[in-house]
């Protein structure tokens, strides 16, 4: 079932602390989780410190960090609905004709809640949001993945 409001509305507070810090979240997916790094291949085996800085890696964040901020800006409104499946059935084919797995993808998610955690405000209604909405956008990731 799609997020309430109050859900929406604390997704969409919480993400609005951290959504202009994407270089740093994508560094800390890439920290994390050296195998989703090894995934792209102009940073695969490459130093995290040596990277994290350059254009490259600041356009990479800027699209999946931005795609989030998508996903958010369009959550809690049941007439988004379309809008948010067509997003998310792009998001699955790209990922899954790069051979992206589930598992890749949860490892994602933990980092990402685990960024948001410590550096967005926080509390146990918040946490909750993010899980009901995640469940949902994975749901239909991993449907088409
Ligand atoms: C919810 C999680 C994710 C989001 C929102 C996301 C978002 C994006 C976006 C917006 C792009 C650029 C457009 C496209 O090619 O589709 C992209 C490209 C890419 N993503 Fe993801 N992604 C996610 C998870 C992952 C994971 C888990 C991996 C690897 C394990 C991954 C690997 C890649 C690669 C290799 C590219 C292509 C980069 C290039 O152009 O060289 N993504 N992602």
């Known amino acids: 079932d ?5 859900q929406a509305n604390a997704i969409r507070a919480s993400w ?4 202009h810090n994407e270089v740093d ?3 800390a997916v890439f920290s994390d989780h050296p195998d989703i790094q090894a995934r792209f291949p102009q940073f695969a085996g490459k130093d995290l410190a040596s990277i ?3 254009g490259a890696f600041a356009t990479h964040a800027g699209r999946i960090v931005g795609f989030i901020s998508e996903i958010v800006a369009l ?3 049941e007439s988004n609905a379309p809008a948010m499946a067509t997003l998310i059935n792009e998001l699955s084919t790209s990922h899954h004709n ?3 797995t589930k598992g890749q993808f949860n490892e994602f998610r933990s980092s990402l809640v685990s960024y948001l955690s410590s550096h967005a405000s926080w509390n146990d209604a918040t946490a909750d949001a993010w899980t009901h909405g995640l ?3 994975f749901g239909m990731i991993f449907a088409h993945l």
Not at 2 to 6: E, F, G, I, R
Not at 16 to 19: C, E, I, L
């Open 2 to 6: 799609p997020v309430s409001s109050d």
């Open 25 to 27: 979240i994508l560094a």
């Open 75 to 77: 959550v809690g409104n």
């Open 98 to 100: 790069r051979g992206i």
């Open 52 to 54: 994290k800085d350059t």
């Open 135 to 137: 469940d949902n956008i």
């Open 16 to 19: 609005a602390g951290v959504k």
